[in-house]
């Protein structure tokens, strides 16, 4: 049986894949930081202009890119 969670979609377009963002649990770890910090960084309930959330859009920026050029690479290598 599978169970669809909708918080995490992957959504593939024609030549554009969007990737999910990675749980607030992993990126608390790698910060050093509670995850509810992180939660709360990314919903907008604390601002971004702390240290704190710099280093997560900081991160979150730095994980959709290389995660794009990741795809993008596979797609070059991978075609059918």
């Known amino acids: 049986m599978r169970i669809k969670n909708n918080n995490n979609k992957t959504i ?3 030549n ?3 990737v999910p963002p990675v749980a607030a649990k ?3 770890t790698v910060l050093g930081c509670s995850e509810s910090s992180v939660k709360k960084v990314r919903t907008g309930n604390r601002t971004d202009a702390t240290l704190l959330g710099q280093k997560v859009k900081l991160f ?3 994980y959709e890119a290389g995660s794009s ?3 993008q690479e596979l797609v070059k ?3 059918f």
């Open 16 to 18: 554009n894949i969007e």
């Open 26 to 28: 992993h990126v608390a």
């Open 69 to 71: 050029v990741l795809i």
């Open 77 to 79: 290598h991978i075609k």
């Open 12 to 14: 593939c377009t024609k």
């Open 60 to 62: 979150d920026e730095m």
